[in-house]
């Protein structure tokens, strides 16, 4: 069975960190890419971050460039999304999904989503 598992949300002060962890199973990470996305009450799910486990090609929005870091696991098939310097903008419902071959920019040609971590940052 294919299963997207994330952890790690929490309550956290501007300025703050936070690492979400989002646990693959019941398929081959080398075929898909994994991404991140977030939804805010009364806002659409934007995407996050992304990556191509396979060839460590990343994708960042701007909001999140050069304060996120997202990175792979083989080992224990395990996308990692760093958060540093949140904002509490950044305060959302965190999901992971992924899709076959590379990183797309349409969160609706994305599957398996998990079930999502909240993440609050306080000002």
């Known amino acids: 069975e294919v299963q997207l598992v994330e952890s790690g949300g929490g309550l956290v002060h501007a300025g703050g960190s936070l690492r979400l962890s989002c646990a693959a199973s019941?398929?081959?990470?080398?075929?898909?890419?994994v991404g991140w996305f977030r939804q805010a009450p009364g806002k659409e799910r934007e995407e996050v971050s992304c990556?191509?486990?396979?060839?460590?090609?990343?994708y960042y929005t701007d909001s999140v460039k050069g304060r996120f870091t997202i990175s792979s696991d083989p080992a224990k098939n395990t996308i990692t999304l760093q958060m540093n310097s949140m904002k509490p903008d950044d305060t959302a419902v965190y999901y992971c999904?992924?899709?076959?071959?590379?990183?797309?920019?349409?969160?609706?040609?994305?599957?398996?989503w998990g079930q999502g971590t909240q993440v609050i940052v306080s000002s």
């Open positions: 999904a992924r899709r076959l071959g590379r990183c797309s920019d349409n969160k609706n040609e994305y599957r398996s």
């Open positions: 019941g398929f081959n990470l080398d075929d898909y890419a």
């Open positions: 990556i191509h486990p396979s060839d460590g090609h990343t």
